[in-house]
């Protein structure tokens, strides 16, 4: 099973926004992820990388 970890790059590093990821979807200005137990938790921004080999992370840049 691959879950990620989704950061916010806020330019001055990155902020973990919420762990075991298994669905993200996009909705309007942002995504909604929500994790393996069924947390929800909406986050503004455009998508900037996904990662699946190394670190299984998703990268979203604040608008």
Not at 45 to 52: A, P, Q, V, Y
């Amino acid at each position: 099973m691959c879950l990620a970890v989704v950061y916010l790059d806020r330019g001055d590093g990155k902020k973990e926004a919420m762990q075991d990821v298994i669905r993200i979807e996009a909705e309007g200005c942002g995504y909604r992820l929500v994790s393996l137990l069924g947390e929800e938790k909406f986050v503004e921004g455009k998508l900037k990388t996904i990662d699946f080999f190394e670190e299984h992370s998703v990268l979203i840049e604040p608008d």
